[in-house]
């Protein structure tokens, strides 16, 4: 089956730790995205990569980081350097990085940090 | 800041109704515009692209574009209720890139 998958599902952490999430995607799809969801609020893009070995800023980036070594994997790491790391935060891929090409998400990762 | 904009609702419709789901973009160069239906705990699901003015239909659903009001909407036929779901919509940052910028979503309650 073809998708986007994410882990953990759920992850806690205590304050001042980093954390990485994983996203894995078997679409072939060369642009790759990580966006946060707050209660009440639209998702907002944090980073994203249009191929291997390069990746944008997104509107939120203080605080994450990214790589792409790999066309299928695009994790995330929340350092102890974001404010506010407590979210639900989503994967999504797109053939390109193009207006003329849909996004598609992964389950998503419900981060708490306490 | 490019904005997109969408009533919250909740919006409540019987069973069999008609459910009409607003939107408004500020960018005049967007160029897509997208809805994703979200679940409670669940991640968006995308169940309408539209690219250019008019209408497009896909079964219960249509998406209408108007570029010249900057207006997208989503209506559902026969509602039924599984479509009670949290609805966004999502429009591209101006020009050619994928970056896709997210109303607050308007959650959709279907009455039995």
């Known amino acids: 089956d073809g998708g986007i998958t994410q882990s953990p599902k759920y992850l806690f952490r205590k304050e001042g730790q980093n954390v990485t999430l994983s996203c894995e995607q078997n679409?072939?799809?060369?642009?790759m995205y990580w966006y946060r969801q707050d209660p009440g609020q639209g998702l907002r893009l944090i980073y994203y990569?249009?191929?291997?070995?390069?990746?944008q800023k997104g509107d939120i980036a203080e605080g994450y980081s990214v790589s792409r070594e790999k066309k299928e994997s695009f994790p995330l790491t929340v350092t102890s350097a974001q404010k506010n790391p407590t979210a639900f935060y989503l994967c999504?891929?797109?053939?390109?990085?193009?207006?003329?090409?849909?996004?598609?998400f992964g389950p998503g990762t419900r981060l708490t940090v306490t | 800041q490019k904005e997109v904009e969408q009533n919250s609702g909740p919006l409540s419709v019987p069973e069999g109704a008609i459910a009409s789901l607003n939107c408004t973009y500020s960018?005049?160069?967007?160029?897509?515009f997208f809805w994703y239906r979200q679940y409670s705990g669940k991640s968006p699901e995308l169940i309408m692209s539209?690219?250019?003015?008019g209408d497009k239909e896909d079964g219960r659903f249509t998406a209408q574009l108007n570029k010249a009001s900057q207006y997208v909407s989503l209506l559902i036929r026969d509602s039924q209720p599984s479509d009670s779901a949290t609805y966004l919509c999502?429009?591209?940052?101006?020009?050619?890139?994928?970056?896709?910028?997210f109303g607050k979503g308007t959650k959709l309650s279907v009455k039995p």
């Open positions: 999504a891929s797109s053939v390109r990085d193009s207006s003329s090409y849909e996004q598609y």
């Open positions: 679409l072939n799809h060369d642009a």
């Open positions: 990569s249009q191929i291997v070995n390069d990746f």
């Open positions: 960018d005049r160069g967007s160029q897509s």
């Open positions: 539209i690219y250019s003015n």
């Open positions: 999502a429009v591209n940052g101006g020009g050619s890139q994928g970056n896709l910028i």
